[in-house]
């Protein structure tokens, strides 16, 4: 069964507000042990920051594998047009 177009975009809105918290609670756990010392508001604006590259990131790959598999596809439909397979009965 496939995924309704909103129930694509209520995962992809969990996704980054989860995405978001797990950013910003890792900042706070971790940038101590390296001797960084932030206030939350600064760690906020950092998980956003690395939120909005995130989906960027994320974005640019989808295009990329949608691209190559539809490059493929084409190929493959080429490919049978030109020799199309002949059954012998």
């Not at 990329?64 to 493959?76: G, N």
């Amino acid at each position: 069964m496939k995924q309704s177009r909103l129930m694509s975009l209520v995962e992809s809105v969990a996704n980054v507000i989860v995405g978001y918290g797990v950013a910003v609670v890792t900042q706070i756990l971790i940038f101590p042990v390296f001797g960084l010392h932030t206030t939350l508001a600064q760690n906020l604006k950092m998980g956003a920051v690395f939120t909005v590259v995130s989906i960027a990131r994320s974005f640019a790959l989808r295009r990329v594998f949608e691209a190559i598999r539809t490059r493929k596809f084409s190929s493959a439909d080429l490919n049978a047009l030109r020799s199309p397979e002949r059954t012998t009965d």
